[in-house]
């Protein structure tokens, strides 16, 4: 059965920009300027900027949930120098603990695939979940609910159950896996997983 299993993308060196502009504006706003000279603008080899990883590292440090999912994504993705997947997960960790949506769905994903961790179906479960239980529907929540979503439809990590992935991929707005998992369900188990999806809503709209 064809799938789409995952949304999340390569991460240009656009969105780290804008990124650190956003938490530079966040949570560090009586730094002080990095004045222009003194910035390394030699590329590395995806595009990014090394001066560009380095300001990041120094805002994660500093403990700003956002720098530091995206010096995870540095370290997964290996923007400037060898990939290393044990630090991604160090900084994935560190962002998601106080609630970082997109940190928690790549935590996930990486306990799913058991790259940089041992693998594990229950804990990508779990951060998933916590991912997915956010509204509005910000950051990688939507993520987190598809691919929570695909885990219940191949039973992993937690009990296969095509009316759970239902719900979740429909949360999700995920058209091709609901429309795949549909083919397989009764109707009376769509009627009860889109209850199951507007009963969700309902006790999530005053959040």
């Given at each position: 059965?064809?799938?789409?299993?995952?949304?999340?993308?390569?991460?240009?060196?656009?969105?780290?920009?804008?990124?650190?502009?956003?938490?530079?504006?966040?949570?560090?706003?009586?730094?002080?300027?990095?004045?222009?000279?003194?910035?390394?603008?030699?590329?590395?080899?995806?595009?990014?900027?090394?001066?560009?990883?380095?300001?990041?590292?120094?805002?994660?440090?500093?403990?700003?949930?956002?720098?530091?999912?995206?010096?995870?994504?540095?370290?997964?993705?290996?923007?400037?120098?060898?990939?290393?997947?044990?630090?991604?997960?160090?900084?994935?960790?560190?962002?998601?603990?106080?609630?970082?949506?997109?940190?928690?769905?790549?935590?996930?994903?990486?306990?799913?695939?058991?790259?940089?961790?041992?693998?594990?179906?229950a804990l990508a479960a779990q951060w998933y979940r916590k991912d997915a239980e956010y509204v509005p529907d910000l950051?990688?929540?939507?993520?987190?609910?598809?691919?929570?979503?695909?885990?219940?439809?191949?039973?992993?990590?937690?009990?296969?159950?095509?009316?759970?992935?239902?719900?979740?991929?429909?949360?999700?707005?995920?058209?091709?896996?609901?429309?795949?998992?549909?083919?397989?369900?009764?109707?009376?188990?769509?009627?009860?997983?889109?209850?199951?999806?507007?009963?969700?809503?309902?006790?999530?709209?005053?959040?």
């Amino acid at each position: 059965m064809m799938v789409c299993r995952r949304v999340f993308c390569l991460l240009g060196p656009s969105l780290l920009a804008a990124s650190l502009n956003a938490t530079a504006q966040d949570s560090v706003s009586n730094s002080r300027p990095v004045k222009s000279a003194a910035v390394n603008v030699t590329p590395c080899s995806t595009g990014h900027k090394q001066a560009e990883v380095d300001r990041l590292i120094i805002r994660a440090r500093k403990g700003d949930a956002g720098a530091q999912f995206w010096t995870g994504v540095a370290f997964e993705q290996g923007w400037c120098g060898k990939a290393d997947l044990g630090k991604a997960l160090h900084w994935y960790k560190l962002s998601a603990a106080p609630g970082d949506r997109d940190a928690q769905n790549s935590l996930g994903q990486m306990y799913e695939d058991g790259r940089g961790a041992k693998q594990g179906y229950a804990l990508a479960a779990q951060w998933y979940r916590k991912d997915a239980e956010y509204v509005p529907d910000l950051g990688g929540a939507g993520q987190g609910r598809n691919n929570l979503g695909m885990l219940y439809l191949d039973g992993l990590g937690v009990p296969k159950d095509l009316v759970q992935a239902h719900m979740w991929f429909h949360l999700a707005g995920s058209k091709l896996n609901l429309s795949q998992v549909r083919s397989r369900m009764t109707e009376s188990q769509i009627l009860q997983a889109e209850q199951m999806a507007e009963n969700w809503r309902r006790g999530h709209s005053a959040e």
